[in-house]
């Protein structure tokens, strides 16, 4: 197998590359933190280089006839403040006169091969200068005045090494130590955390297998606290558990089909049977071969059902739209689906708009959806109920058919099924004949034309079911 095709785990996955971008971005802290630090132990240093530099002046100069003259106690004072102050602090002291001339190198120490101190440096305004000396070495140089009677008689020069002024060995250990903490609290916390998240992936993955293999037997964590973890979850124990009903309707539907299909057939057998062996005469021999006509006219409808519902679920059948004023359309089916169907005791009522209201439709694909949705309707109310059919403008550019009955309203449990294929309620599995392929054809129907088909709501006393249907301009 390719190593390219090669899967990791979900932890693996987030772990390592979490781990990554916590290293990338300790790697960034580090070089900032240190460029910062730096930069604050330099300020710091040079800070007290001048503190130094102004009490030699202050301290250990003095006026003698007219002359700059040092005082003993220098070594001693820089010691001192060496060891309070800063242990980093190896500095070059020159006492210089107002020409540069040398008055005093207590450490004895040459950075400049001439025996004058440069005048430029002493002459600079700035009091801190990045120099490089004549040794080679980069250097900073704090100068502070010596002043007598208001005249600069002289300078006190301290010189310090860059590298010494930088260097922050201890400082370097702490952040080493923080960095290196922070890198391990970061992965063990990314860890937890990506481990916390892929479980329940990985327990949603399993049952995946187990309902691939047709076993809805399996448990998943409940009141996940991430809110898509939680989605995930539910939306997948909803999912399995609408496949292991839907998977029970497949085979009792299977079975009901086979039922609807074999039992005219059982039928007609039996009956040209005692036809073509003489069990029955004259009418009576008609009458057999009437009855297996029909059912032979039955199975045959049954079977038109079929392909035509799944020539129509394979988009094979086209609809023809055109635009129709949609009352008039509706009395119409109406008054044809009385005329075949006028019983006793059932009572249609009818509410619709005054105004014309113009739809662009296939009349014939109306005319189905209508007579399906009727024809429920009059097996739900069976003797003595009540048909409403109703046109509503709900919302700009739409319009809403609705007929409803005063049956006993659909189960609850059955409400989710009743758009799918085969599927019947518990009352009509022994009321009537058919394969439960009505409404989820009309809904095609009425999908193919952008409309919809759909349970507006059902209680004991009234269901009603709305075919939905965009509005067209008037002629």
């Known amino acids: 197998m390719n190593n390219n095709n090669k899967k990791i785990s979900l932890l693996r996955y987030w772990t390592t590359r979490y781990f990554i971008t916590l290293i990338i971005g300790l790697i960034v802290v580090a070089i900032v933190s240190v460029i910062w630090i730096r930069h604050t132990n330099l300020e710091h240093r040079l800070n007290v280089t001048k503190y130094l530099a102004q009490e030699i002046a202050d301290r250990f100069v003095e006026e003698q006839a007219g002359e700059?003259?040092?005082?003993?106690?220098?070594?001693?004072?820089?010691?001192e403040r060496q060891n309070i102050?800063?242990?980093?602090?190896?500095?070059?002291?020159?006492?210089?006169?107002?020409?540069?001339?040398?008055?005093?190198?207590?450490?004895?120490?040459?950075?400049?091969?001439?025996?004058?101190?440069?005048?430029?440096?002493?002459q600079a305004e700035s009091e801190v200068q990045r120099l490089k000396l004549d040794n080679g070495a980069h250097s900073y140089i704090v100068k502070r005045p010596i002043q007598a009677d208001g005249v600069t008689a002289g300078w006190v020069v301290i010189i310090q090494s860059a590298n010494q002024l930088t260097q922050m060995n201890e400082e370097y250990r702490l952040l080493a130590i923080m960095l290196f903490s922070l890198a391990l609290i970061g992965w063990a916390t990314i860890y937890f955390l990506s481990r916390k998240l892929s479980k329940p992936i990985q327990d949603v993955a399993v049952a995946a297998k187990h309902v691939q293999e047709q076993n809805y037997n399996f448990t998943l964590p409940e009141n996940m606290k991430e809110q898509e973890v939680h989605e995930l979850v539910h939306s997948f124990k909803e999912m399995s558990s609408r496949l292991e009903q839907l998977e029970a309707l497949r085979s009792e539907l299977l079975a009901g089909v086979t039922h609807e299909l074999k039992t005219p057939i059982t039928s007609m057998t039996g009956l040209i049977q005692a036809v073509r062996d003489d069990v029955v005469h004259g009418e009576e021999a008609k009458?057999?071969?009437?009855?297996?006509?029909?059912?032979?006219?039955?199975m045959k409808t049954m079977v038109a059902d079929l392909l035509e519902f799944n020539s129509f679920a394979a988009h094979a059948i086209p609809i023809t739209k055109e635009k129709y004023e949609v009352n008039k359309l509706i009395k119409e089916i109406l008054h044809q689906w009385q005329v075949a169907n006028d019983e006793e005791g059932l009572k249609i009522n009818k509410n619709l708009p005054k105004d014309d209201i113009y739809a662009k439709?296939?009349?014939?694909?109306?005319?189905?959806?209508?007579i399906n949705l009727l024809n429920n309707a009059k097996q739900a109310v069976k003797r003595n109920g009540i048909l409403s059919i109703s046109i509503k403008k709900e919302r700009p550019g739409w319009i809403e058919i609705n007929v409803e009955d005063n049956g006993p309203g659909i189960k609850e449990e059955e409400k989710d099924f009743i758009f799918e294929r085969f599927y019947r309620g518990e009352n009509k599995k022994y009321d009537t004949h058919g394969l439960g392929l009505g409404l989820p054809f009309s809904k095609m129907i009425a999908q193919s034309m952008e409309g919809d088909l759909f349970l507006k709501e059902s209680s004991p006393g009234s269901t009603?079911?709305?075919?939905?249907?965009?509005?067209?301009?008037?002629?």
């Open 68 to 79: 700059t003259v040092p005082r003993e106690g220098v070594l001693e004072y820089i010691q």
């Open 85 to 122: 102050i800063d242990t980093q602090l190896d500095p070059i002291i020159y006492i210089v006169n107002a020409n540069g001339r040398v008055l005093s190198n207590p450490f004895e120490r040459e950075p400049f091969t001439s025996e004058r101190f440069p005048l430029r440096i002493l």
């Open 287 to 298: 009458d057999f071969l009437n009855v297996s006509l029909n059912e032979a006219n039955r």
């Open 361 to 370: 439709v296939d009349s014939i694909r109306i005319q189905q959806i209508m």
């Open 464 to 475: 009603v079911f709305t075919l939905k249907l965009p509005i067209e301009g008037k002629r």
